[in-house]
Nanobody
Framework: QVQLVESGGGLVQAGGSLRLSCAASGRTFIYKMAWFRQAPGKEREFVAAFLWSGSGTYYADSVKGRFTITRDNTKNTVYLQMNSLKPEDTAVYYC????????????????WGQGTQVTVSS
């Protein structure tokens, strides 16, 4: 079992920044971690991910150059730095842990946090 707790969401004006955090506890081995988001009336969509033991990172085209996923191994915590936010970034953001090979597919992630709301006003 892995427990995930997100924090850092809030209300920000367009062009602003937020940093989301996701603290993992429980099972110590993590294969991959990711951020997804879900806007009202829309399907959950991939945002960013990385392999815990590797150096590769993956981003959705819509956030490349604006969002950065990083981690603190000592704290088992992953961060999502979001810059140049746009109203279309408004969503509930979830962190997830998984073991499948597909980085951008929600079904390949087993454990999910409760989500944190990000609202970007125009």
């Amino acid at each position: 079992q892995v427990q995930l707790v997100e924090s850092g969401g809030g209300l920000v004006q367009a062009g602003g920044s937020l940093r989301l955090s996701c603290a993992a506890s429980g099972r110590t081995f993590i294969y991959k971690m990711a951020w997804f988001r879900q806007a009202p009336g829309k399907e959950r969509e991939f945002v960013a991910a990385f392999l815990w033991s590797g150096s590769g990172t993956y981003y959705a085209d819509s956030v490349k150059g604006r969002f950065t996923i990083t981690r603190d191994n000592t704290k088992n915590t992953v961060y999502l730095q979001m810059n140049s936010l746009k109203p279309e970034d408004t969503a509930v953001y979830y962190c997830a842990v998984g073991s499948g090979l597909r980085m951008k597919i929600a079904a390949d992630y087993t454990y999910w946090g409760q989500g944190t709301q990000v609202t970007v006003s125009s």
